[in-house]
């Protein structure tokens, strides 16, 4: 099930990072995050997953060689909406949560984005850069996009060779997966 929920995040992170022009900067504006794929309806509190609420904590992919992240997310319901609190050593983030249902029965079937979290670092496609096309500057993207399945949340925090980025600093896995307590 994990090998499945990594491969589901993985294939939304390559269907939805296109970056083009909407994450170029611009003055006075925060771009959301470019993880977020595609052919998503936002759902209401009366539609969403019924047991999304509750504490979730990293742990580490069986053959992931790095060290578990301390994070953990809270998500719980207050005034009709869906709250969250991300807590990493030496922060604490607040924000809502924005729930995601797919049009397509064949994907995600549910995603959530824990607004208003600031991205560590973006440096778009970096596959082409060199003496001739320097790098673009770009804002950084704001929202966490995590793939939703069966009480796990996972979400890539590192890009690639060809997409360099980085979500959270304070943590080193590429891949973050985070299972609900009991």
Same mark, same amino acid.
């Given at each position: 099930m994990k090998a499945l929920l990594i491969?589901?995040?993985?294939?939304?992170v390559s269907l939805c990072c296109n970056m083009g022009a909407s994450a170029q900067k611009q003055p006075a504006k925060q771009s959301k995050s470019p993880l977020r794929p595609s052919g998503v309806k936002k759902m209401g509190v009366k539609q969403t997953l019924p047991a999304i609420e509750g504490t979730y904590k990293a742990i580490v992919v069986p053959g992931d060689e790095s060290q578990p992240c301390k994070l953990t997310v809270v998500i719980y319901k207050k005034n009709n909406k869906y709250r969250y609190i991300l807590t990493t050593p030496g922060k604490v983030r607040r924000g809502a949560v924005t729930l995601f249902k797919s049009d397509d029965p064949k %994907?995600?079937?549910?995603?959530i984005t !824990?607004?208003?979290? %600031?991205?560590?670092?973006?440096e778009g496609d970096i596959s082409k850069v060199d003496d001739e096309h320097p790098a673009k500057e770009y804002e !950084?993207?704001?929202d966490i996009t995590m793939g939703f399945i069966n009480n796990e949340l996972a979400f890539q925090n590192d890009g690639?060779?060809?997409?360099s980025y980085t979500? !959270?600093?304070?943590?080193?896995?590429?891949?973050?997966h985070l299972v609900k307590q009991k």
């Open positions: 491969s589901v995040v993985v294939a939304a %994907q995600f079937t549910c995603m !824990l607004e208003g979290i %600031q991205w560590a670092s973006y !950084l993207p704001v690639n060779a060809m997409n979500v !959270l600093a304070e943590c080193d896995q590429k891949f973050v």
